[in-house]
């Protein structure tokens, strides 16, 4: 089920920026999880300790792989794998069902930038 309405579609997309969309993708996805599942999809804010690395803000995931440091998956904004330490999230994993994921990546909600 597709939790995105029409409705919430043209509000996100009516915001200018990504934070605010980003804000709004995350009040409406409200099951979270603190462990990922490998095959499920989730979105959630990343913000890298690595200096000097780009990185995408508000990643949009399917996780392939667990480990102690933290977990791998596919970046749906980037088109790669991409991996994630559990020390770089910000908040919890929010879930995405597979019927929100043409939704989400119309919303263009990701956030490309370079860690200073």
Request: proline share 5%; charged share 25%.
């Given at each position: 089920?597709?939790?995105?309405?029409?409705?919430?579609?043209?509000?996100?997309?009516?915001?200018?920026?990504p934070d605010?969309?980003?804000?709004?993708?995350?009040?409406?996805?409200?099951?979270?999880?603190?462990?990922?599942?490998?095959?499920?999809?989730?979105?959630?804010?990343?913000?890298?300790?690595?200096?000097?690395?780009?990185?995408?803000?508000?990643?949009?995931?399917?996780?392939?792989?667990?480990?102690?440091?933290?977990?791998?998956?596919?970046?749906?904004?980037?088109?790669?794998?991409?991996?994630?330490?559990?020390?770089?999230?910000?908040?919890?994993?929010?879930?995405?069902?597979?019927?929100?994921?043409?939704?989400?990546?119309?919303?263009?909600?990701?956030?490309?930038?370079?860690n200073?």
């Open positions: 089920m597709n939790r995105i309405s029409p409705d919430a579609v043209s509000r996100i997309k009516s915001y200018g920026n605010d969309r980003m804000l709004e993708i995350l009040d409406i996805l409200k099951e979270v999880d603190v462990i990922p599942d490998i095959g499920s999809l989730y979105t959630f804010v990343y913000s890298p300790k690595t200096p000097e690395i780009e990185y995408d803000q508000y990643p949009l995931v399917a996780v392939s792989d667990i480990f102690r440091w933290g977990f791998r998956g596919y970046n749906f904004h980037w088109k790669s794998p991409h991996n994630y330490t559990w020390l770089e999230l910000v908040g919890n994993l929010h879930k995405v069902n597979k019927e929100e994921l043409n939704t989400l990546l119309a919303l263009n909600y990701q956030k490309f930038r370079i200073t």
